[in-house]
Structures are given as C-alpha cells and as structure tokens.
C-alpha cells in the first residue's frame, strides 16, 4: 500500500471507531483530544499527499519531517485517547502499528 493509501487507511479506521463516541456529548478536555484526533488524521493524509507531489528532494525532505512530527503527535493522541477509554488496547496498538509503518514508508 502506498502511504498515501496508508495514510487515507488510518483515517477512515480512525473515523470508525469514532462513529460510536457522541463526541459533542463529552466533557470539554475528552472532546478536544477526539477532536484533536481527527483533526490530526485529515492534516496527515494532506501532509503525505504533498511529500508525494514534492518537486524536490530537498522539499520532500522538509514535508516528510513535517509528517513525521504529525504521526507522533498522532500517535500520542490515539494513546490519550486510550487512556481515556475511548479506544481499547488492541485498537491502539493497531494504530500505532499503522502510523509506525506509514512513517517507515515516508523515510525510505
């Protein structure tokens, strides 16, 4: 799978498990790290999107760590999101798993 497949794959996973959380009915700070999460996974496929339409190496190299950054910052909000028990351990590890993947993809 290409990342930007990987990338739209992690999205619509997230996406799924979300479907079942009425995120609007939460407390503020769980709702802001669902939102937050979101958030996240759509900037991400948008950040592998254009490392994949790079002109240049030295641009790819600029958009890949910022999709790295985004991937671990993702990461830590699907763990938060864990702790929280919107997700459970097989999810997370799951998705972890994913966005661990994806970012070896984007620095071959």
């Known amino acids: 799978m290409s990342p930007p497949e990987q990338a739209r794959a992690l999205q619509m ?10 995120i609007e009915a939460l407390p503020a700070a769980p709702r802001e790290t669902l939102t937050q999460l979101k958030r996240l996974a759509g900037d991400l496929r948008l950040d592998v999107r254009d490392f994949m339409l790079a002109d240049s ?3 790819q190299t600029r958009l890949g760590t910022e999709a ?3 991937l671990k910052q993702l990461e830590k909000t ?3 999101a ?3 028990g919107h997700f459970g351990a097989a999810d997370v590890a799951h998705l972890t798993a994913v966005s661990q993947q994806l ?6």
């Not at 996973?13 to 009425?22: E, F, G, H, K, R």
């Open 82 to 84: 864990g702790e929280l």
């Open 13 to 22: 996973q997230l996406a799924t498990l979300l479907s079942a959380v009425d």
């Open 68 to 70: 790295a950054a985004r």
């Open 78 to 80: 699907i763990a938060k």
């Open 57 to 59: 190496k030295a641009e």
């Open 103 to 108: 970012l070896a993809d984007l620095q071959e």
